[in-house]
Structures are given as structure tokens and as C-alpha cells.
């Protein structure tokens, strides 16, 4: 089976610009997390989706959103792009909505210039 | 969710036993601790988590102290491939699904 997939890996964007991550979520899986991990530091988190809706939310300004669709994969947009927003954002997924194992993807790694 | 304290850092020679502790002194309860391990450039890998017993998995041993106001994970044959940021997180049964990543230790694997 495959696991937690994300596109793209790599990613260069302008400050001001919008962008959208992807995650797949290993098959049967129903939660989707994010997490942002800058550089030296341990992975902050963002959201938690479970079937389709957000379950949790973290300290991240309102230019962060995010959605889950009906197949469970999920999307993260990040508005008006700042350079402190470079970072490798991490996807999650898990079989349900409580704290189980949690299954990471390699991460997108996203550069503000 | 309690808070963890870890080791910045920790050498292991390859082949013998790294024991990795965390003191989580205000956990409650209802918290198991959860390990997990991320190697350079990967994402966070899952190890094992408990609640008040020591668990065993094919990855390692967890040991948590009877009052559970501390742990040690446990691997016992440090392979290069182990050289990692360990992470030990409490978390509350009903936090849905939010781990709280504190700076972790860094475990180096020596030849």
C-alpha cells in the first residue's frame, strides 16, 4: 500500500503569493493533519480534518486553510505568502479521529523569496 | 497536554543499546506518551506509545516509571540508521489528533 503522499516537494513562491499543498492519506485512513516544521524546530501543528470536517486548529493566522474531500485527500492554502512561511509543511493521516498512530508524508518543502 | 523535557543530544555506539528518557512530571491519567522519530529530511515516524505499562513493538521498548512522571525509550541494538530527532509527546486521549512536538533529542549513532 502506498503511504501518505504530498505534492509537490519542492516549492518556490513569491512573497504575496498564494499557494496550495495536496496530501493523499494512506487507504482507509479518515483523518488528515498538517503541520508546519521550520527549520531547527520540531513540527508545529495546523489542522485536523476528519471526514471532511476540521476537528482541531492551531496557532496559525486565518491566512492558513484548509479542506478534506470526500476521497479523504486534503489540501493546505497558505494566502499572502510571507517569508517567514518557508518551512517543510508536513501531511498526517490516521485511521481515526483520536490519537493513534499517525502516518507522516516526506513533506512539501516551501521557499518565500 | 503535559509538557516533556528531553536531552538536547545523545551518542550511542553502534550495536549497543541507546535509552533515550523524558520526564513528563505533570501528566495526568488519561495521557499516554508517544514516541517518534524523525530522520534528516523525512517526515516524523511513529515508534510505540503507552499509557502505564512498558510496551515492546519489533522497534523498541518503552519503560515508563511507575508513577509515570518519566520514561525511557529503549533500543536495543543502535544501528547507524537509527541516528535521528526523538521526540516524546503526552497527549490527552481526546486531542483528536494534535501532537505537540517539543525540540526532542538528537540521537547519534556512532560506528
Known amino acids: 500500500d502506498a503511504g501518505v503522499t504530498q505534492s509537490p516537494t519542492h516549492l518556490i513562491k513569491t512573497r504575496g503569493q498564494q499557494v496550495t499543498l495536496r496530501c493523499s492519506p494512506i487507504s482507509g485512513h479518515k483523518s488528515v493533519s498538517w503541520y508546519q516544521q521550520v527549520l531547527g524546530q520540531g513540527p508545529q501543528f495546523i489542522f485536523q480534518?476528519?471526514?471532511?470536517?476540521?476537528?482541531g486548529r492551531g496557532n496559525f493566522p486565518d491566512r492558513f486553510s484548509a479542506r478534506q474531500f470526500p476521497n479523504y485527500s486534503s489540501e493546505l492554502n497558505v494566502n499572502a505568502l510571507l517569508l517567514g512561511d518557508s518551512a517543510l509543511y508536513l501531511c498526517a493521516s490516521s485511521l481515526s479521529e483520536a490519537n493513534t498512530e499517525a502516518f507522516f508524508g516526506q513533506g512539501t518543502r516551501l521557499t518565500v523569496v | 497536554d503535559a509538557k516533556t523535557t528531553q536531552p538536547p543530544s545523545m551518542d550511542c555506539a553502534e550495536g549497543r543499546a541507546a535509552n533515550l528518557p523524558c520526564n513528563h512530571s505533570?501528566?495526568?491519567?488519561?495521557?499516554?506518551v508517544y514516541w517518534y522519530r524523525q530522520i534528516h529530511s523525512q517526515g516524523p515516524q511513529y515508534i510505540i506509545h503507552?499509557?502505564?505499562n512498558n510496551e515492546t513493538n519489533e522497534m523498541a521498548s518503552l519503560i515508563i516509571t511507575e508513577d509515570r512522571k518519566s520514561s525511557t525509550l529503549i533500543l536495543p541494538h543502535a544501528t547507524l540508521r537509527d541516528t535521528a530527532v526523538y521526540y516524546c509527546i503526552v497527549i490527552r486521549g481526546t486531542s483528536y489528533g494534535k501532537l505537540t512536538f517539543g525540540q526532542g533529542t538528537i540521537l547519534t549513532v556512532h560506528p
Open positions: 505533570t501528566i495526568s491519567g488519561n495521557e499516554y
Open positions: 480534518y476528519y471526514e471532511k470536517e476540521e476537528r
Open positions: 503507552g499509557l502505564k
